[in-house]
């Protein structure tokens, strides 16, 4: 069974520009969690999604956003980016909620803000 | 989520047990021991999980002792690829608002 697969693997933006990630999860995974991993705040999380539905949600500002299709694949949208925001983004999918299920974690996405 | 207590770092010769411990004296009875590993600049892979007995899987073993206030993650025959940060989760069932809280866990480095 494919693992979980982020793109884009690496990115460079300009401060104040907006940036899409992508996310699919393992087959019949319908939850997907963001996490955002910096050295110095460590691993952090975003939010999760299931059933297209945002169930949690970690302490961040607003330009961070995300969705999720029909097909539980997830998007992370961060807009007006800051240099702070140049980090690794990680992405997991559970059977269920992520609570409840152990997470699969993909390889994440390296964004850098310049 | 109950908080954990890892050491920083630990060292373990190739081929030996890696016994790395773990403290989580304010854990309740619903609450799950989750280990994840993370190898550098790879996304965290699960390890293994436990609630009272013990685990075993084709990865690791789990012990957790008898009053759950810790437990130890053993890998049987460590391997230069098993050097990671292994991190030490404590995870209620149905989970919080809040996601997986990683803390700094146990650098885990294995010595040819």
């Known amino acids: 069974k494919a693992g979980v697969t982020q793109t884009p693997r690496y990115l460079i933006k300009t401060r104040g520009q907006q940036v899409t990630l992508s996310c699919s999860p393992i087959?019949?995974?319908?939850?997907v969690s963001w996490y955002q991993q910096t050295p110095g705040q460590g691993l952090q999380f975003l939010f999760e999604?299931?059933?297209?539905?945002?169930?949690n949600k970690g302490n961040f500002p607003g330009r961070f956003s995300g969705r999720q299709f029909s097909n539980s694949r997830s998007e992370m949208n961060v807009s007006t980016l800051e240099l702070g925001d140049s980090a690794l983004y990680l992405c997991?999918?559970?059977?269920?909620?992520?609570?409840?299920?152990?997470?699969?974690f993909g390889p994440g996405t390296r964004l850098t803000v310049t | 989520d109950a908080k954990t207590t890892q050491p920083t770092s630990m060292d373990c010769a190739e081929g030996r047990a890696a016994n790395l411990p773990c403290n989580h004296s304010?854990?309740?009875?619903?609450?799950?021991v989750y280990w994840y590993r993370q190898i550098h600049s790879q996304g965290p892979q699960y390890i293994i999980h436990?609630?009272?007995n013990n685990e075993t899987n084709e990865m690791a073993s789990l012990i957790i002792t008898e009053d759950r206030k810790s437990s130890t993650l053993i890998l049987p025959h460590a391997t230069l690829r098993d050097t990671a940060v292994y991190y030490c989760?404590?995870?209620?069932?149905?989970?919080?608002?809040?996601?997986?809280?990683f803390g700094k866990g146990t650098h885990l480095i294995i010595q040819p």
């Open positions: 997991a999918s559970s059977y269920g909620l992520a609570g409840s299920y152990e997470q699969y």
């Open positions: 087959s019949g995974h319908r939850s």
């Open positions: 999604y299931f059933s297209e539905t945002q169930r």
């Open positions: 304010t854990i309740s009875g619903n609450e799950y």
């Open positions: 436990g609630l009272k």
């Open positions: 989760i404590v995870r209620g069932s149905g989970g919080g608002a809040d996601g997986l809280t």
